[in-house]
Every structure is written in structure tokens, then in C-alpha cells.
């Protein structure tokens, strides 16, 4: 699996001119690449706690990412401050292995596109850089052969976000700028501030604050609007399908009559064609038959031969 799992990171290596070339469309494949940078870059020397400054490539100009290894039930005790996400006490981490690392990214204003092109926000733009956190198993002996994905999700107390340091939001004027939360299954779920920039969290994951957009206005949300793609063409699929299904009904009750009106315009007729050969014939019952019948005159009989007694 660890030979595996290297091969393909070494293809990625090698690939990753051409990628950056074509450009990463994809916010799940810029993840799995910041994390193999994030664990090539790890140095085993680095304290439990201190945080670690990541040094991307150039290719990846813009994005910051930032790393700290903690043990999990301290993180779960405690807490954690990783740049902009403040981690409350109480957190659950699954699976709870002996050491987990937490990456923040930010994506900053160009790399950030990638969200507002992948995710549907009708009637938003982004305020600010994308914000992300997410976290992966850290052993004793961190190496490529196990990195996988843990989850993080908040129990009793949440997951603070602090947009107040990035740069776009001074300059957003007129506008109430809200939450954004991009979930993995392609929805946006739209959130209002706790705070002023302040955000709050439940899980890992990648946020934003957003702004009504001035060329496309829409309806100001409600809190946790969805306003994901998926929903929207699932209510176009279903508006479709009982559309369609109204008028295949309607036309079918259309058919219907006009064969009812055809069959009964053709009874009529062969009612009136009996009729009329039923008058000429003068049709009367024998049994249980209609047969034609025609006086007739009956000759009265002759004797041929006298006889003499």
C-alpha cells in the first residue's frame, strides 16, 4: 500500500508542471496536493504544538498553508488556535489516532476562484480568500505511507472562523457580507456572522464570506439558505417530471374522447343503415333470427280429374 501510495505521489511530482499548465480545475486534487507537500516538508524535529510553516512550489504562488501536531486528546481538552480557526474544547476527532495534524490553508484571492467556479453562488461573490481546514494522521514516523484524512467536528463548543485579517473584506462597502461553508457533496450552505467576520463552524472543511452580488441581485438568505447546485437541478428535474407527467394525462383523456366520439358516430351509422334495409325488407324474427320476409299470395287449388261415383 505505502509503495503504492509513492508511486502515485511520484507521478503527481512529475505531472505536476503539466497540471499547473493546464491549471487545477479540481479543489479536491489542490488538497491532496498541498497535503503530500504539507508531509513532504514535515521535519520529525518539530514539538508537539509549534506550528510549522509549509513552503509551497511556485506553481502554487498565493496559497498559504500552515501545519501544527497535536496529540488527540489534548486537542480534545484544550483546544487549538491555527491561524484564523480557533478550535474549542470538547472537539471530536475520528478516528482518534495518537497524533493528528491540523493544515490550514489560505488560498488566497486567485487559487480561491476555484471554489466560485466549482460551487454554485447565484446571486453571491467571494469576499474574501477561501479558508480551509482540514486534518491527517501524524504517528512518530510521519511518511507517506498512511497520510489519511480524519475528521473534526465540534461538540461543545464550536469552531470559530476570523476573516477580520484578510485583506478583500476592507473593502467591502454597502454590503452585509455572510458566511460561506463549501461542503464536499457541492452545496454552499450560506450562514449569517456570529460576529463582525466572525464565523462559526461545526466541522473541517473550507469557508468564505460572500456578498450579494450587484449584477446578479437576489433575496437576501436566510440563515443556512442552501444554495447549492445539486438542489437546484434536482427541483428542476422533479418540476420536469410531473410537468410531463400532467401532459401525458391530459393528452391521453383527449384521445380517449375523440375515440368514444368516432365509436359512437359509427354505431350511428350502422343503426341507421339497418334501419333503412330493415324497411325495405320488412326484417321480422324467426326464433331467434332476423331474417326478411315479403307477402306473398297463396293459389288456390284445382281439381285436375273429376272423379264420378
Not at 115 to 128: C, E, M, R, T
Not at 275 to 299: D, F, I, K
Amino acid at each position: 500500500m505505502g509503495s503504492l501510495f509513492s508511486f502515485t505521489l511520484l507521478i503527481l511530482s512529475a505531472l505536476l508542471p503539466e497540471i499547473e499548465g493546464q491549471g487545477i480545475k479540481s479543489a479536491r486534487l489542490l488538497d491532496l496536493l498541498i497535503r503530500d507537500y504539507t508531509f513532504r516538508s514535515y521535519d520529525t524535529n518539530f514539538g508537539t504544538g509549534i506550528p510549522h510553516t509549509v513552503h509551497l512550489p511556485s506553481n502554487f504562488s498565493g496559497i498559504k498553508v500552515n501545519t501544527v501536531r497535536y496529540r488527540c486528546g489534548s486537542l480534545r481538552r484544550y483546544g487549538a488556535k491555527v491561524s484564523e480557526f480557533h478550535i474549542g474544547t470538547g472537539v471530536i476527532v475520528h478516528p482518534c489516532v495518537e497524533r493528528v495534524m491540523v493544515v490550514r490553508q489560505n488560498l488566497g484571492h486567485n487559487w480561491s476562484t476555484i471554489y466560485s467556479s466549482n460551487y454554485d453562488l447565484s446571486g453571491y461573490q467571494l469576499a474574501s480568500p477561501v479558508l480551509g481546514l482540514l486534518a491527517y494522521n501524524a504517528g512518530k514516523n510521519v511518511n507517506f505511507s498512511n497520510p489519511f484524512e480524519l475528521g473534526i467536528h465540534a461538540a461543545e463548543k464550536p469552531i470559530l472562523i476570523d476573516f477580520s485579517n484578510t485583506t478583500r473584506v476592507a473593502n467591502i462597502s454597502g454590503s452585509k457580507p455572510l458566511c460561506a461553508s463549501f461542503e464536499g457533496d457541492g452545496k454552499v450552505t450560506i450562514k449569517n456572522l456570529v460576529s463582525p467576520y466572525v464565523c462559526v463552524a461545526t466541522r473541517h472543511g473550507h469557508y468564505g464570506l460572500v456578498i450579494e452580488s450587484s449584477t446578479s441581485p437576489s433575496p437576501s438568505p436566510l440563515p443556512e439558505e442552501v444554495v447549492g447546485g445539486k438542489i437546484s437541478r434536482w427541483k428542476v428535474a422533479v418540476g420536469s417530471s410531473v410537468g410531463a407527467a400532467i401532459g401525458a394525462f391530459l393528452l391521453g383523456l383527449l384521445l380517449v374522447a375523440m375515440f368514444v366520439k368516432a365509436k359512437k358516430k359509427l354505431q350511428l351509422e350502422e343503426m341507421e343503415r339497418r334501419a333503412y334495409e330493415e324497411e325495405a325488407l320488412q326484417v321480422s324474427m324467426v326464433g331467434h333470427v332476423r331474417a326478411p320476409t315479403a307477402a306473398g299470395t297463396r293459389t288456390t287449388p284445382t281439381i285436375e280429374h273429376q272423379y264420378k261415383l
